[in-house]
């Protein structure tokens, strides 16, 4: 009677799979890919029905809205000069650092 043969559990000396593992990836090149369509994606959706008026207004009240929304930005970056010239002026002197003030109590 002969012993059963088994399969031999050991790979080929020159196994594909085992070399097929570490192939050379450019993980730079797939990230800037993945990016570009994320930025993409993002930019297709805030573009999309961004021409429509919104649900209550006219194409007018909209066009209106948005001369105003310009006029307002100009007046903000000439408001905030201003109040950059007044927080330059505060002084140490003004600040309380009374240790009896009932904030440290």
Do not use: C
């Not at 790979?11 to 930025?39: C, G, M, N, Y």
């Not at 994606?41 to 009240?61: C, F, N, R, W, Y």
């Not at 905030?80 to 330059?88: A, G, H, I, L, Y």
């Amino acid at each position: 009677m002969e012993a059963p043969q088994f399969p031999s559990l050991q790979p080929k000396i020159a196994d594909q799979p085992w070399f097929s593992v570490d192939r050379p990836w450019d993980d730079e090149a797939e990230l800037t890919q993945l990016e570009k369509e994320h930025q993409n994606m993002l930019t297709s959706v805030a573009q999309k029905h961004s021409d429509l008026v919104p649900i209550g207004k006219t194409a007018a009240e909209l066009q209106d809205e948005d001369e105003e929304d310009d006029e307002d930005d100009d007046n903000e970056d000439d408001e905030s000069d201003s109040n950059e010239d007044e927080d330059d002026e505060l002084d140490a002197d003004d600040i309380n650092y009374d240790q009896d003030s009932p904030m440290f109590h």
